[in-house]
């Protein structure tokens, strides 16, 4: 199935609690960035092993992830 | 229906039933408890909202939702809940959410007791509350006033989205008198886009301290206190009479007028020319009205409910040191009745004071 | 195409003012998706407290009421008792519900007003900068209880959910949490219980979160989940306290 993973870079705030919740660790803090906020935030490494879980998802508090399957 | 005899507290309860009263919340105090009592025998019945709340605090903050839902919304109290209302009172000011409070005064500080008094001028008039501020206040001396007042109130209060404070003692709630309620006059209220209902389709409301559509609370009370408040003040109403030839003129409000006039009454019938000034707006002050007081006045009295006076300071102001200003009010053991007003009339132009 | 997951058209396209990892920020979102998911965002009227999340009057995409401290009960029970048919919720922090606002919190639930309210447990008072909250636990330290809360003469940490549960006008209670996914998913199908409660008009609902307050407690956000885990649950237990 083919995932298109998003997350809103100028939402996120670099928290990390989707970071620990994915359970094939792929999110990682973008250490090559900052916001507009001035965060590091997440970012997805590889999609093409996400499974679409949606952990991340249900526990970003900024609701920053945006997660579509075909 | 012709003339009735009632109880002021219900005569008051009355006409905001009349007045289109949607929610009244309110808890027991005296000397107003009749109408929370009125209002839960009658609002049923009428297909209005009532409920006694568990605190002052409760009640002003269920005004706060009802009145930002839209409702013509009403409550009354006493000195130690309105004390309690004052953080509500001065949210309803910032957020601009209309509402009605009926302050029939009792004797303060603390809880007082039970008489009837004029203790809560300053805490009404000039605000209580934290901020600056104000509130439409009206003032009937009798209850045929006093029901066309409660209409006015709902009216002003929606006219403007503020609250209005209607300001009566606890011998005008207790008093019978006989009222006519085919003179009373009524409106509808006005259309309230503002009012939180649900979206239903359109864009989101929000009714906070921060009033609407302004980004920061200078821009907000700029727009408060420069634009908004002097607008209410052509809301000013008092009654004056025989100021132009008055030796001496009694300014006084509620209760305290009716004293006042009986007074100016034995004087006249000795041959005193007094003159009055009775505020019925205590905000808007009516401080245009001195300036129709002639020559011949050599001073002015504010008999009060009160041990020194607070409404005094106001007249002091309006007075602009034209005329020496004195107070008279409740005595060592006991409350102002009309003989010490005469009693100070008479000391005042006898030049013993 | 499906969607897996997405921000919730409840809420307004704006970042949340909460810090980083803030456990409000999951359960803000959790109440957008429940009134989404349940088709409540027309007739939502939501109040709003003072603390951390006052600003969800912007938050959310429904008519908003900004309370003053502790009473948003006290609105809820105006705005309800004049709008019969809009669906009313309250959203309280721990001092907003439980200490300024005891009375009308009770008696809200006293008198069955059909409100849905939840309320944010992260022991401390978060906006004014991590004072001690009715919730702090025993020997937990606060910038007002510097030497750890001394149970003698602060008392023990209150229980909302079973202080509420026994009063006959509350008819669904619960207390969730929001550390692990498999947590919030839970703590939504809780807020969808509550909500259901006010709309089949039961009576009075309330969930009650723990969650973190990473600035205030010092820790980052994972660790103050971990925190939360070992030291709030095994004080606040967890689960449905009364069901309708």
Same mark, same amino acid.
């Given at each position: 199935?083919?995932?298109?993973?998003?997350?809103?870079?100028?939402?996120?705030?670099?928290?990390g609690?989707?970071?620990?919740?994915?359970?094939?660790?792929?999110?990682?803090?973008?250490?090559?960035?900052?916001?507009?906020k001035?965060?590091?935030?997440?970012?997805?490494?590889?999609?093409?092993?996400?499974?679409?879980?949606?952990?991340c998802?249900?526990?970003?508090p900024?609701?920053?992830?945006?997660?579509?399957?075909? | 229906?012709?003339?009735?005899?009632?109880?002021?507290?219900?005569?008051?309860?009355?006409?905001?039933?009349?007045?289109?009263?949607?929610?009244?919340?309110?808890?027991p105090?005296?000397?107003?408890?009749?109408?929370?009592?009125?209002?839960?025998r009658?609002?049923?019945?009428?297909?209005r909202?009532?409920?006694?709340?568990?605190?002052?605090?409760?009640?002003?903050?269920?005004?706060?939702?009802?009145?930002?839902? @839209?409702?013509?919304v $009403?409550?009354?109290?006493?000195g130690?809940?309105?004390? /309690?209302?004052?953080?509500?009172?001065?949210?309803?000011?910032? @957020?601009?959410?209309?509402?009605?409070?009926?302050?029939?005064? !009792?004797?303060?500080?603390?809880?007082?007791?039970?008489?009837?008094?004029?203790?809560?001028?300053?805490?009404?008039?000039?605000?209580?509350?934290?901020?600056?501020?104000?509130?439409?206040?009206?003032a009937?001396?009798?209850?045929?006033?006093?029901?066309?007042?409660?209409?006015?109130?709902?009216? /002003?209060?929606?006219?403007?989205?503020?609250? &209005?404070?209607f300001?009566?003692?606890?011998?005008?709630?207790?008093?019978?008198?006989?009222?006519?309620?085919?003179?009373?006059?009524?409106?509808?209220?006005?259309?309230?886009?503002?009012?939180?209902?649900?979206?239903?389709?359109?864009?989101?409301?929000?009714?906070?301290?921060?009033?609407? @559509?302004?980004?920061?609370?200078?821009?907000?009370?700029?727009?408060?206190e420069?634009?908004?408040?002097p607008a209410?003040e052509?809301?000013?109403?008092?009654?004056?009479?025989? /100021?132009?030839?008055?030796?001496?003129?009694? &300014?006084?409000?509620?209760?305290?007028?009716?004293?006042?006039?009986?007074?100016?009454?034995?004087? !006249?019938?000795?041959?005193? !020319?007094?003159?009055? $000034? !009775?505020? $019925?707006?205590?905000?808007?002050?009516?401080?245009?009205?001195?300036?129709?007081?002639?020559?011949?006045?050599?001073?002015?009295?504010?008999?009060?409910?009160?041990?020194?006076?607070?409404?005094?300071?106001?007249?002091?102001?309006?007075?602009a040191?034209?005329?020496p200003?004195?107070?008279?009010?409740?005595?060592?053991?006991?409350?102002?009745?009309?003989?010490? &007003?005469?009693?100070?009339?008479?000391? &005042?132009l006898?030049?013993?004071? | 195409?499906? +969607?897996?997951?997405?921000?919730?058209?409840?809420?307004?396209?704006?970042?949340?003012?909460?810090?980083?990892?803030? %456990?409000?920020? +999951? =359960?803000?979102? +959790?109440?957008?998706?429940?009134?989404?998911?349940? #088709?409540?965002?027309?007739?939502?009227?939501?109040?709003?407290?003072?603390?951390c999340?006052? *600003?969800?009057?912007?938050?959310? *995409?429904?008519?908003?009421?900004?309370?003053?401290?502790?009473?948003?009960?006290?609105?809820?029970?105006? =705005?309800?008792?004049?709008?019969?048919?809009?669906?009313?919720?309250?959203?309280?922090?721990? %001092? #907003?519900?439980?200490?300024?606002?005891?009375?009308?919190s009770?008696?809200?639930?006293?008198?069955?007003?059909?409100?849905?309210?939840?309320?944010? *447990?992260?022991?401390?008072?978060g906006?004014?900068g991590?004072?001690?909250?009715?919730?702090?636990?025993?020997?937990?330290?606060?910038?007002?209880?510097?030497?750890?809360?001394?149970?003698?003469?602060? %008392?023990?940490?209150?229980?909302?959910?079973e202080?509420?549960?026994?009063?006959?006008?509350?008819?669904?209670?619960a207390?969730?949490?929001?550390?692990?996914?498999a947590?919030?998913?839970?703590?939504?199908?809780?807020?969808?219980?509550?909500?259901?409660?006010?709309?089949?008009g039961?009576?009075?609902?309330?969930?009650?979160?723990?969650?973190?307050?990473?600035? *205030?407690? %010092?820790?980052?956000?994972?660790?103050?989940?971990e925190?939360?885990?070992e030291?709030?649950?095994?004080?606040?237990?967890?689960?449905i306290?009364?069901?309708?």
């Open positions: 199935m083919a995932i298109r993973y998003e997350i809103d870079r100028d939402m996120c705030k670099g928290c609690l989707c970071i620990v919740v994915c359970p094939k660790g792929l999110l990682k803090v973008d250490t090559e960035h900052i916001n507009s001035g965060y590091q935030p997440t970012m997805m490494t590889d999609v093409s092993q996400c499974i679409g879980c949606g952990n998802g249900v526990m970003c900024d609701g920053a992830i945006r997660i579509e399957k075909d | 229906m012709a003339r009735v005899l009632m109880k002021g507290n219900e005569a008051v309860a009355e006409a905001a039933l009349r007045a289109g009263a949607d929610a009244y919340y309110g808890y105090i005296t000397p107003q408890s009749e109408i929370a009592e009125y209002m839960s009658e609002m049923p019945l009428r297909g909202s009532f409920l006694q709340t568990e605190s002052e605090v409760a009640t002003i903050n269920m005004v706060w939702g009802a009145g930002a839902a @839209g409702a013509r $009403i409550t009354s109290s006493s130690p809940g309105i004390s /309690l209302m004052q953080e509500g009172i001065s949210y309803m000011c910032a @957020g601009r959410v209309p509402g009605v409070i009926v302050d029939m005064m !009792r004797l303060g500080p603390g809880p007082g007791n039970l008489q009837g008094a004029q203790d809560d001028y300053i805490t009404c008039v000039k605000g209580g509350g934290n901020g600056t501020y104000k509130v439409i206040c009206l009937p001396a009798t209850l045929q006033e006093a029901i066309q007042l409660v209409s006015d109130a709902f009216d /002003l209060a929606d006219k403007y989205t503020n609250p &209005v404070i300001l009566a003692d606890g011998m005008i709630g207790q008093m019978m008198e006989a009222v006519d309620f085919d003179l009373l006059k009524t409106n509808p209220p006005p259309e309230k886009p503002w009012a939180l209902r649900g979206r239903h389709g359109g864009p989101k409301k929000v009714i906070s301290a921060m009033a609407r @559509g302004h980004v920061n609370y200078y821009a907000a009370n700029w727009e408060n420069q634009s908004r408040y209410m052509k809301e000013v109403r008092y009654e004056a009479s025989n /100021l132009e030839d008055a030796e001496l003129v009694f &300014v006084a409000y509620g209760s305290s007028a009716r004293m006042a006039k009986y007074a100016a009454g034995k004087l !006249r019938g000795e041959g005193v !020319r007094v003159g009055l $000034i !009775r505020p $019925i707006t205590l905000w808007p002050f009516p401080h245009a009205a001195f300036d129709q007081i002639g020559p011949r006045c050599k001073a002015v009295i504010v008999p009060e409910l009160t041990i020194i006076g607070q409404m005094i300071e106001d007249v002091q102001i309006s007075a040191g034209r005329w200003v004195f107070h008279v009010g409740n005595q060592q053991t006991r409350p102002m009745n009309p003989s010490d &007003v005469v009693k100070a009339a008479h000391e &005042v006898g030049g013993a004071k | 195409m499906a +969607i897996i997951c997405k921000r919730s058209s409840a809420l307004n396209p704006m970042q949340f003012s909460y810090c980083p990892g803030c %456990g409000h920020g +999951i =359960i803000t979102r +959790i109440v957008a998706e429940c009134l989404e998911e349940m #088709d409540l965002i027309d007739i939502a009227i939501g109040v709003a407290p003072v603390g999340s006052s *600003n969800i009057r912007m938050f959310y *995409n429904v008519d908003m009421l900004s309370s003053m401290h502790g009473r948003a009960c006290a609105n809820a029970t105006g =705005i309800k008792r004049f709008h019969p048919d809009a669906f009313v919720f309250t959203y309280q922090g721990d %001092g #907003d519900f439980g200490a300024i606002g005891t009375a009308e009770v008696h809200a639930a006293h008198r069955g007003e059909k409100i849905s309210t939840i309320v944010v *447990n992260n022991s401390v008072y906006m004014t991590g004072q001690m909250a009715p919730t702090t636990l025993p020997g937990q330290k606060t910038t007002t209880s510097p030497y750890g809360r001394d149970v003698e003469t602060c %008392g023990a940490p209150l229980r909302f959910a202080l509420i549960a026994p009063i006959e006008g509350a008819k669904f209670v207390r969730v949490s929001i550390d692990t996914p947590h919030v998913r839970e703590a939504k199908r809780a807020v969808k219980r509550a909500f259901q409660c006010q709309i089949e039961k009576g009075y609902s309330m969930v009650e979160f723990l969650s973190t307050c990473p600035t *205030n407690w %010092g820790l980052a956000p994972q660790e103050a989940m925190w939360m885990r030291n709030m649950m095994p004080y606040f237990k967890m689960g306290i009364k069901d309708f």
